[in-house]
């Protein structure tokens, strides 16, 4: 290598910022979107974990409180129709459609059971979506933010390639910033990309277990009052 060419290259700022400065006007934009995608992804991942955290430890308390062998009208009487808790707002649904159930005789009116089941498994669809909200983006960001980092860097090289030609030299200092500039747009497509791919596995497996807590805690508890409904039939 030339000992100018050399000097020339070693002259060069290869930081980041001065990278993303000297990138054209179309880089520039797809860098930005990939920092962006990746704080917002980020952003996602942080509150998704904290409120799967708090669901699966919500569950775990409320089924505490539900097994403590307390009747089930006290259990219902103190946590209200409309409970602060997933799980509660399940065992609420079911016992606001179990008190519906019974006729202005006392007796129980027809499909009782059937409706119990229906009213907690709203809520159980409805707990489920809340908690898959985000998820969706993650995914859509691990499967696409690196294409877009590879256009970024195929139109960086393209632009690396004009800069030869007009220059008409190859030497590394006209060669490595062009170069480097296209490369830090896949950089940041991967770095987008890789954490939203392991956090959309990680939050999408614990967000299906504490939803199939939510499916067994409610028929656990249809079962309880199909006995119940049972006995008052005989």
Same mark, same amino acid.
């Given at each position: 290598?030339?000992?100018?060419?050399?000097?020339?290259?070693?002259?060069?700022?290869? #930081?980041?910022?001065?990278?993303?400065?000297?990138?054209?006007?179309?880089?520039?934009?797809?860098?930005?979107?990939?920092?962006?995608?990746?704080?917002?992804?980020?952003?996602?991942?942080?509150?998704? /974990?904290?409120?799967?955290?708090?669901?699966?430890?919500?569950?775990?308390?409320?089924?505490?409180?539900?097994?403590?062998?307390?009747?089930?009208?006290?259990?219902?009487?103190?946590?209200?129709?409309?409970?602060? &808790?997933?799980?509660?707002?399940?065992?609420?649904?079911?016992?606001?459609?179990?008190?519906?159930?019974? %006729?202005?005789?006392? %007796?129980?009116?027809?499909?009782?059971?059937?409706?119990?089941?229906?009213?907690?498994?709203?809520?159980?669809?409805?707990?489920?979506?809340?908690?898959?909200?985000?998820?969706?983006?993650?995914?859509?960001?691990?499967?696409?933010?690196?294409?877009?980092?590879?256009?970024?860097?195929?139109?960086?090289?393209?632009?690396?390639?004009?800069?030869?030609?007009?220059?008409?030299?190859?030497?590394?200092?006209?060669?490595?910033?062009?170069?480097?500039?296209?490369?830090?747009?896949? &950089?940041?497509?991967?770095?987008?990309?890789?954490?939203?791919?392991?956090?959309?596995?990680?939050?999408?497996?614990?967000?299906?277990?504490?939803?199939?807590?939510?499916? &067994?805690?409610?028929?656990?508890?249809?079962?309880?009052? #199909?006995?119940?409904?049972?006995?008052? &039939? /005989?």
């Amino acid at each position: 290598m030339e000992p100018d060419a050399l000097a020339a290259a070693q002259q060069i700022d290869f #930081s980041l910022w001065a990278l993303f400065l000297r990138a054209t006007f179309l880089v520039k934009v797809v860098m930005l979107m990939l920092i962006a995608a990746s704080f917002w992804s980020w952003s996602i991942i942080i509150q998704k /974990t904290l409120d799967v955290r708090r669901a699966a430890q919500e569950v775990r308390e409320f089924e505490e409180e539900f097994w403590s062998g307390e009747p089930l009208d006290k259990v219902y009487e103190r946590v209200g129709p409309e409970p602060p &808790g997933s799980t509660a707002r399940i065992f609420a649904a079911g016992m606001t459609e179990w008190r519906r159930s019974h %006729g202005n005789s006392g %007796g129980l009116i027809a499909n009782s059971q059937s409706r119990i089941e229906r009213s907690m498994n709203v809520v159980i669809g409805r707990e489920a979506d809340s908690l898959g909200t985000g998820l969706s983006f993650l995914a859509t960001v691990g499967s696409i933010t690196p294409f877009i980092g590879l256009f970024g860097t195929v139109w960086g090289i393209k632009h690396a390639f004009e800069e030869i030609a007009m220059q008409q030299s190859t030497n590394l200092a006209v060669v490595a910033p062009g170069i480097a500039e296209a490369l830090l747009a896949t &950089g940041l497509g991967l770095l987008a990309a890789i954490p939203a791919v392991i956090f959309y596995n990680k939050l999408n497996q614990d967000t299906d277990r504490v939803i199939a807590s939510y499916e &067994g805690f409610a028929d656990e508890f249809a079962m309880i009052l #199909s006995r119940q409904l049972d006995q008052a &039939g /005989t």
